[in-house]
């Protein structure tokens, strides 16, 4: 099976793990994080270009580190896509407060603009863009509304490290930008997260919340967490850093053929990249009209590892039950988009299978 995403560990990573295991230092609590987490942080910070970036143990914890950060409360509004991962949303109720959700753009899955001009009220406090499979959502329209509202910005930028929206790095946007390391995405350290900022008070609070609200040792100042990314994995991250262009370069190569050979086939929409973005190609997303689900089952009884990101929006989870209106362009997403792998490790020979294997599948159930 060609599968949706695999990581590429070299021996690069498997020398840094054993540098970190030899050094018996695992892990580190204070407010600065270990050296390898200090490290990791420096990098990442400057290729987003920000200020600053705080290593968590993952995308979920660097999305409810951001809303905790900017105090989020009950009583308090924010607005999501509702075509997306679960967590973009989920973090909201965890600190209590009324998560609006918003229909999404048909060409790019990002949030609308016009839906997030919908859901505005005097309590909404935070917008939180998911730049989906990668493309950036529509920043500029984004900033403008919040700056005219007095509404803060969190960047779910879990999907779309190295992507850029008009020359500038996702993620390094808005207030916030919340990255993931997990392993089906552009680099990884296993489980990890990453939160950028420009703000330094704003990155002081982040710090304090990921190691139980301390400053120093024992002093809790504020509630926090233990959201800490251990020692091992911020010297896997660092290596994989230094493949990132490596990485993207590929899925961008991989895109492209599958662009020009996939938009051949009727009934296919193939992923667009707008004027003003570039896509890291984190996720390689096509929209099938025929039977989407027997498409996928074929493609993988043939050894082609699709995957349906995501077969339910979220106003349709019993979680968010308060949102269970009509998100027409977010229920038609959910019915018929496809994952195919554009990793890295793709060898030509992956690349036709992939395609082969699509069309047959389309032409036998439309
Ligand atoms: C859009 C989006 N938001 C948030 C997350 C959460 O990241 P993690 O799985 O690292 O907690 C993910 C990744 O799964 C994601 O794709």
């Known amino acids: ?3 949706i995403n695999r990581p590429i560990i070299e021996k690069e990573e498997k020398e840094a793990a054993q540098r970190v295991l030899e050094s018996l230092y695992l892990t580190d609590s204070s407010f600065e994080g270990g050296k390898f987490v200090r490290e990791f942080e420096r990098r990442f910070a400057e290729f987003v270009k920000v200020k600053h970036a705080v290593a968590v143990n993952s995308g979920t914890s660097a999305l409810l580190a951001a809303l905790i950060a900017l105090n989020v409360k009950e009583g308090d ?3 999501a896509p509702g075509f997306t991962f679960a967590s973009t949303a989920t973090t909201s109720l965890f600190v209590k ?3 609006k959700l918003a229909d999404i753009e048909q060409r790019t899955y990002c949030i609308s603009i016009d839906e997030i001009k919908k859901n505005i009220t005097n309590n909404t406090k935070i917008i939180i863009p998911v730049h989906l499979y990668g493309h950036p959502a529509k920043m500029d329209e984004v900033m403008e509304i919040a700056q005219e509202n007095n509404i ?6 879990a999907q779309s490290l190295g992507s850029e929206y008009k020359g500038r790095m996702t993620g390094g946007i808005g207030l916030i930008g919340c990255f993931s390391l997990y392993a089906t995405k552009i680099i990884t350290s296993g489980e990890g997260g990453v939160v950028t900022t ?14 139980h609200g301390q400053h120093k040792t024992y002093d809790s100042k504020i509630l926090g967490l233990n959201l800490r990314m251990p020692q091992i994995e911020a010297a896997i991250a ?3 850093m230094k493949k990132l262009d490596r990485f993207i370069k590929a899925r961008r190569e991989n895109s492209k053929f599958f662009n020009e050979e996939l938009s051949k086939i009727k ?4 992923p667009v990249e707008e004027d003003y973005a570039k896509s890291n190609w984190s996720i390689y997303t096509l929209y099938v009209k025929g039977k989407r689900d027997e498409i996928v089952q074929y493609l993988r009884e043939n050894g082609v590892g699709a995957v349906v990101y995501y077969p339910i929006p979220l106003n349709k989870l019993p979680l968010f039950k308060d949102n269970q209106q009509c998100l027409p362009n977010c229920e038609s997403a959910a019915e018929h988009v496809i994952s195919l792998p554009v990793h890295p490790a793709l060898s030509q020979e992956d690349r036709m299978k ?3 294997t699509l069309k047959v599948a389309v032409k036998k159930f439309l």
Not at 152 to 157: M, Q
Not at 200 to 209: G, P, Q, V
Request: aromatic letters at 0%; hydrophobic letters at 45%.
């Open 238 to 240: 660092t290596e994989q």
């Open 152 to 157: 803060s910005v969190i960047e779910d930028a």
């Open 97 to 99: 407060a009324r998560i």
């Open 198 to 211: 420009n703000d330094d008070e704003i990155a002081e609070r982040l710090r304090m919340i990921r190691s």
């Open 1 to 3: 099976m060609i599968p």
């Open 267 to 270: 009934d296919v929409i193939t």
């Open 354 to 356: 992939v395609v082969e």
């Open 77 to 79: 509004e924010t607005i």
